[in-house]
């Protein structure tokens, strides 16, 4: 596995500004704005006080079955071991990391954080990532594609992560607070976990860093990185 070093810092988590398109319709306009103002959220600043590792791309099928000698993804076939793994759950992903842990007789491998997941998408950003942008980033956009792709075929973040935003949904260590966007405190209990990122079939207001979605998802579309 690769891993790109995040230096300390502080970023917004949550912030929303969602867009909406313009009508000659006066009274359709004032709806579009208004909508979008009920969707806004400007989210809370977060600061990270040490350096953490995150893999470089999404875990593949292939390093999945090194470790776990089995391989639960949906797409297979010729070149899939280099797609994500995916139809992987929340524990079986945090099993994957104790085995990994294990076979290299350390215990410095995780789940990121949600907040340490965003940090990295934003890659130094502090408001959304244009549309222009995303679709350079992602492997995403509802019925554009038809399954997961080979990790790092589309343009990596300014950090040079690749895949953070589509290609399957990934895991982070929280849990979910039952609500659109993170809190300023993770709760510590929880039914599931949060899934960052948009998969392949996401559209781009789910392709987004600032995304807070609850597991089990679809499985098809949920993956994981690793965090070190």
Known sequence: MEFVLITPGEMVVGRFEPPYPKSEDAALSERFER?????????FRVGL??????GKYEVTQAQWTRVMSDNPSVFRGDG?????VENVTWDAAQ???????????????????EFEWEYAARAGGEGDIPWTEIREQAIAGYNAFTSTHRVGDKYPNR????????????????????????????????REHVLKGGGFVADVKNAIPATHAAGPGSGFDVGFRVAR
């Open 80 to 84: 899939a071991g280099e797609h994500p």
């Open 159 to 190: 950090w040079g992560l690749y895949d953070m935003l589509g290609n399957v949904w990934e895991w982070v260590d929280d849990f979910y607070n039952e609500k659109i966007f993170a809190d300023p405190t993770p709760p510590k209990t929880g």
């Open 95 to 113: 099993m994957f990391v104790r085995k990994l842990n294990a076979l290299e007789k350390t215990t410095l491998y995780r789940l990121p954080s």
């Open 49 to 54: 006080g040490r350096p953490y590792y995150i």
């Open 35 to 43: 909508l979008a103002r009920e969707q806004y959220s400007p989210g």
